[in-house]
C-alpha cells in the first residue's frame, strides 16, 4: 500500500520477540551440522529431513501447544554460546532492515539449562550480539528472562536463583544490567499467572521490570492475575482484553502497554484473519499497544510484515499509526533521552 515505505522509515521498538524464535530452519540445519547433533530420523519426525521440509512444517499450527512443541525440538542444536550469539544477530540484523531501533528481547533459559547448557553460556551469547547491536546498528536493546509457566514452579524458582546468585540483576556503576526484566511464558491455560508470585516479588524488590504474557489463548483473568499478583507493568499479547469491558477500562487508566503479535496470532489461529485482531478497538478505546513480531522464523515475518499486514486489514491515518509509533516509544523501558532520540 501506499504507506509502505513510511511504515518502513517509521523508527520501531520491538517489545515482544523471543529470541529462540528466531531459530530458522536454515539456521537450525547449519548450527546442528556444526555442532554434530544428530536430528531426528524420517521415521520418527519426517519434517526434519530438510531445511525445506522443516521450513513447510512451520506454515501450519494447529495451535500454541503445537507450535510450542516445534519451537522446543529446535532449539536442541542450540549448544554454544556463539550458537546464541549467532541466533541473536541474525535477529538485530534483520530487525535493523525493517527499521528497529529498540528491542526488549525475551529468553527462555530453562529451555536450556534443563538439557545441560549453563545459564552464563546463554547470557553470554545474547549480550555479546546485543553489545555487537548497539555499536555496529545502532540498535538499544534490553534482555527479559522468561519463566516457562508449563515447567514446575520450583524450576522457576531455581532459575531466579542462578540469576540472582550471578549478579545478572546488579546495576554495575552506572552499566546496564545483564538481565533487565522478567517475563512468563509458554502454554498458558492451565498455568496460571499466580503460581509465580514469588519470583516476580523478588524481581520487584531488585527493581527488575515485569511484563507476563497473557489473553493470547487464556480468559481475561490471566490478564487481571497477571497485574493484581505479578504487578506487571505491560502484557504480551493481550488480545481477549475485549472480553472485559471492566478490565480494558483499567489499563487504560493504568496506561499498560499490550505488545500485539498479529500475524502470530494468525498462525496460531488464535484469529482467523488480521482484521479479528482487535486493533481498531483498541485504538478508539485508547489501549496503548505496540507491534511485534514474537516468533519470526515460524509465524511469516518480522516486524515490517506484521506493521504492513496491521494496514493491509486496518487501512490506518498517517495520525493512528504516529500514536502508535508514540506510544510504543513510551512504553519502552528506556531513559527519557533515548526516548528523545527514537522521537
Ligand atoms: N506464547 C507463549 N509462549 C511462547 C510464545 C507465545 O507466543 N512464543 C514463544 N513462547
Ligand atoms: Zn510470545
Avoid at 115 to 134: D, H, L
Avoid at 192 to 210: A, H, I, Q, S, V
Avoid at 239 to 266: F, G, M, Y
Avoid at 289 to 299: E, G, H, L, Q
Wanted: with cysteine.
Amino acid at each position: 500500500s501506499s504507506l509502505h515505505s513510511f511504515l518502513a522509515d517509521l523508527p520501531k521498538c520491538e517489545h515482544h520477540l523471543h529470541l529462540e524464535g528466531c531459530l530458522s530452519a536454515d539456521l537450525l540445519f547449519k548450527l546442528a551440522a556444526k555442532n554434530n547433533i544428530a536430528l531426528p530420523s524420517p521415521e520418527e519426525n519426517p519434517a526434519y529431513a530438510s531445511p525445506t521440509t522443516l521450513a513447510k512444517r512451520y506454515e501450519h499450527f494447529d495451535n500454541l501447544e503445537d507450535f510450542l512443541q516445534c519451537y522446543y525440538r529446535a532449539m536442541r542444536v542450540l549448544t554454544n554460546e556463539s550458537d546464541f550469539e549467532m541466533l541473536a544477530w541474525e535477529y538485530f540484523t534483520t530487525a535493523a532492515a525493517d527499521g528497529v531501533k529498540h528491542a526488549e528481547v525475551f529468553f527462555d533459559p530453562q529451555s536450556h539449562t534443563d538439557r545441560g547448557i549453563g545459564f552464563e553460556v546463554v547470557v553470554r551469547g545474547f549480550n555479546a550480539a546485543r553489545e555487537r547491536a548497539e555499536k555496529e546498528l545502532g540498535i538499544t536493546s534490553c534482555l527479559i528472562m522468561c519463566f516457562l509457566r508449563h515447567l514446575p514452579v520450583s524450576s522457576a524458582a531455581g532459575t531466579m536463583q542462578t540469576a540472582v546468585a550471578g549478579g545478572y540483576f546488579d546495576e554495575k556503576d552506572g552499566q546496564q544490567r545483564a538481565i533487565a526484566g522478567l517475563g512468563l511464558d509458554s502454554s498458558e491455560v492451565g498455568f496460571r499467572p499466580e503460581l509465580f508470585e514469588e519470583m516476580y516479588r523478588e524481581g520487584e524488590k531488585r527493581g527488575l521490570r515485569r511484563t507476563a504474557h497473557g489473553g493470547e489463548e487464556g480468559d481475561p483473568s490471566y490478564i487481571s492475575g497477571a497485574l493484581d499478583t505479578l504487578h506487571v507493568e505491560r502484557i504480551d499479547h493481550g488480545i481477549r482484553l475485549t472480553e472485559d469491558a471492566d478490565l480494558l477500562r483499567r489499563v487504560v487508566k493504568e496506561e499498560i502497554l499490550l505488545t500485539v503479535c498479529p500475524l502470530s496470532n494468525l498462525c496460531l489461529q488464535a484469529v482467523k484473519e488480521i482484521s479479528q485482531v482487535p486493533i481498531r478497538k483498541f485504538l478508539d478505546a485508547g489501549v496503548k499497544f505496540s507491534i511485534n513480531s514474537d516468533d519470526p522464523a515460524y509465524f511469516r515475518g518480522y516486524i515490517l510484515n506484521n506493521y504492513c499486514a496491521v494496514q493491509e486489514a486496518f487501512d490506518l491515518s498517517m495520525e493512528e499509526w504516529r500514536t502508535i509509533a508514540e506510544n510504543s516509544i513510551q512504553g519502552s523501558w528506556i531513559g527519557e533521552e533515548r526516548k528523545f532520540e527514537l522521537r
